[in-house]
């Protein structure tokens, strides 16, 4: 009897053990959940915002309406994720190291998603640097990584600049600004509002620089536009706070457009005609449906917006590593590949590392059909 009681008194002193663990797990889990959700515009940031000709009423707005489900689509879009798609490769994504440059004037690296590294000019500049497993405030849920970084983020080279093109998760990355922030000593060329995100994170203000809309900056000789977009920003329930963009990058002789995130619109053409013709297009064309038009192109209108900003080659980025719609891995680069060659468009679609010289473009080799 005695024995029996010894081990029910143990079981319950075991069991007490594996919960308090599991509690301290949870605890751990979730210990970076509050500053991942970032900061709202405070003091002369708030000022900022609240005078900018794009925030009315209380929130950022689209040049025209842009909801982001119109009304009527809610069932639509549980139906497209139930319905069964391939939304990653069956084998491993191809990965390379980027090479040295081939000598030109204007290379790209992209890393993913819609991370890229644009050697413009003898400058770097990096695009919405997002290194972590996971594109969520939390490291135990959220949309999980297809393939690994080509190149780990401490081993990138020593960048000019670094450029924010909205605050959501998969493009605005805490853990990788931190690391930025520590290894680098680029500036963070970011929204308005995005930068009380950034200060919290213990990013110096001296390093941080807000545009608005239309507004420049030249950092390293480069000068750098922000421009319009149609999207919507939040990183919590609240959203809209902050400013989204889509970014020109131009120095002497070459000059390069960045979409962001965005739904096309005819403010494409209005950037072609005030900044460009552009050497390379940096376009997101991955995370579409007919759910939500007005916020995420699909890759013909991709095409469109090249056209639209005169640019001569164009680089897909935003699909490939995070599966964030219902559509099939690859459907938004097989859709791109083929609308460009009908439009005869220059089409680059390099694997994740992979250098890109904007001057002697890669064939494109179809190689991401050889892993479905």
Known sequence: MTGVLRSSALGRRLGLVAGAAAL???????????AALGARPSGERAHRVRRSKQFRDGAFRNTTPSPILPPGTRQQVLREFLRRTQRKPRLPVPLMTPGPSGGGDLDAVWYGHSSALIEIEGRR??????WSERCSPASFTGPRRLHPPPVPLHQLPELDAIVISHDHYDHLDMDSVRLLARTQSAPFLVPLGVGAHLERWRVPS????????????????????????????????????????SWVIAG???????????????????????????????????????????????????????????????LPVHWGTFSLAAH????????LWREAKARDVRLVVPRPGER?????????DGWWQTIL
Not at 356 to 364: H, L, R, Y
Request: glycine share 8%; no cysteine; aromatic share 12%.
């Open 24 to 34: 301290a797990a949870a605890v751990w889990a979730v210990r970076d959940v509050p």
């Open 125 to 130: 500049v990096l695009l919405d640097p997002v």
């Open 206 to 245: 001296s390093r941080i620089i807000e545009l608005d809309w239309n507004e420049e900056a030249t950092v390293s000789g480069l000068r750098f536009v922000a421009a319009p977009g149609r999207h919507f920003s939040g990183r919590g329930f609240r959203r809209d706070q902050t400013l989204w963009a």
């Open 252 to 314: 002497e002789r070459r000059r390069v457009f960045y979409t962001g995130d965005s739904g096309y619109f005819d403010g494409y053409a209005a950037i072609g005609e005030a900044y460009g013709p552009f050497d390379l297009s940096v376009i997101q064309i991955g995370a579409y449906s007919k759910a939500w038009p007005d916020i995420h192109m699909t890759p013909e209108e991709a095409v469109l917006t090249h056209l639209d900003v005169r640019a001569g080659v164009l």
């Open 328 to 335: 099939a891995w690859s459907d938004p680069i097989d859709q």
């Open 356 to 364: 890109v010289t904007v001057d002697d473009p890669p064939p494109v």
